[in-house]
């Protein structure tokens, strides 16, 4: 919580995420200019630094477990504000919003119950929206801000599979079984186009105004299947490509004011990846150069770096060990 050291540290990772605080424009305001207009110039040019002087809002998709968790976690311990979005469990989302209380740095004012023209405003939030559905991202993004009252990163974390032989393409006969073998079922192909490429994009699209604003960041998770032939299932490798593609291609339509890029893990130990047998965790760990998983702390930082870096767009940053090379 809030002591001198972390008000420190909290301030340097404030002005490396928020370039809108121009503490020389409050100094401005207060001592510049002659008349009623320059007055009321100077006024306008201290409300809005006024304005602007709060934390830093980040957005976290698909954040109430796995890589958003350990993503808010990080981004609640280096000043920002998080809104992480969940659809079905009520009580570890509202969990992981408690924790995040616990590890901000902010000030106890800042936390909890800031007064503000919607009624009251908590730094942590946790928002339920379900991905597969373009108005509900829409509202997602729409709350986000009414509660935060700004938007500086947007991490577009969801994904989804159902997990299938990557071995085979061959039809599975079997009648009203799981056809676990079967990689062409078209069910499984316009889930994953729905959650893997377009629910990013319409996200992307609802958020842009609000990054336009203050030059944010927009990043997602796509995923080394997306780079090289693995994963759960065919349907998820191929649309996490096309989800690469997506990020590129968003990366100049955002172009200058917003940057777009993605991390692409390999197998992380999350509830995700427990329905992996432990023979198949055991051998992609022995593919690694490394001879380790990546963790959801790796991709929590690459996030942070991301949301940081003025200079980079267009990006995807492999993160699998060495599972590639
Ligand atoms: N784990 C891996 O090995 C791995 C590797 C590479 C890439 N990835 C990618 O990493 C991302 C996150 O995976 P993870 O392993 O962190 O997953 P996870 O631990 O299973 O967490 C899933 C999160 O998504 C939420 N969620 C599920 N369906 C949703 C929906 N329709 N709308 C909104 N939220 C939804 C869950 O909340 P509720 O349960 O409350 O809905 C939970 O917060 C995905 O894009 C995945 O493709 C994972």
């Known amino acids: 919580m809030a002591d001198a050291a972390a008000d420190n540290e909290r301030m340097s990772t404030w002005s490396d995420a ?3 605080v121009q503490e020389d424009e409050v100094a401005e305001g207060i001592e510049g200019g002659e008349g009623e207009g320059a007055e009321q110039q100077q006024q306008q040019r201290q409300e809005a630094a006024v304005a602007a002087a709060v934390s830093p809002v980040a957005l976290i998709t698909a954040g109430s477990a796995g890589v958003g968790a350990a993503t808010a976690r990080l981004l609640a311990r280096r000043g920002y504000r998080v809104v992480i979005n969940f659809s079905h469990n009520t009580e570890r989302a509202r969990k992981v919003v408690g924790e995040l209380q616990q590890l901000s740095r902010l000030p106890a004012h ?3 119950n800031n007064e503000h023209e919607h009624g009251t405003r908590n730094a942590y939030l946790a928002i339920r929206a379900d991905l597969g559905r373009r108005e509900d991202i829409g509202r997602l993004v729409h709350e986000t801000v009414v509660q935060m009252g700004r938007l500086d990163v947007v991490f577009s974390n969801g994904g989804w599979t159902k997990f299938r032989d990557m071995t085979s393409i061959e039809a599975d006969q079997k009648a009203g079984g799981d056809k676990t073998t079967d ?4 069910e499984d192909w316009d889930m994953c186009f729905n959650i893997n490429v377009k629910s990013h994009l319409w996200l992307m699209q609802a958020a842009k105004q609000y990054l336009d604003e203050t030059e944010g960041a927009f990043i997602t998770t796509a995923s080394a299947a997306g780079i090289y032939p693995s994963g759960s299932s065919l349907a998820y490798s191929v649309t996490k490509a096309a989800q690469i593609h997506l990020v590129k291609n968003l990366a100049v339509m955002a172009a200058p004011r917003i940057r777009v890029n993605s991390v ?10 427990d329905r992996f047998s432990d023979q198949a965790k055991d051998a992609y760990r022995q593919k690694t150069k490394l001879k380790r998983f990546p963790t959801v702390e790796d991709v929590a930082e690459q ?3 991301f949301a940081k870096s003025r200079s980079m767009t267009g990006v995807n940053i492999p993160l699998d060990a060495g599972f590639m090379v």
Do not use: D, F, K, M
């Open 110 to 112: 800042e936390i909890q």
């Open 303 to 305: 996030v942070l770096t």
């Open 264 to 273: 692409s893990p390999g197998l992380l130990l999350t509830e995700w990846s």
């Open 183 to 186: 990689n062409a079922i078209e």
């Open 18 to 20: 928020t370039r809108t």
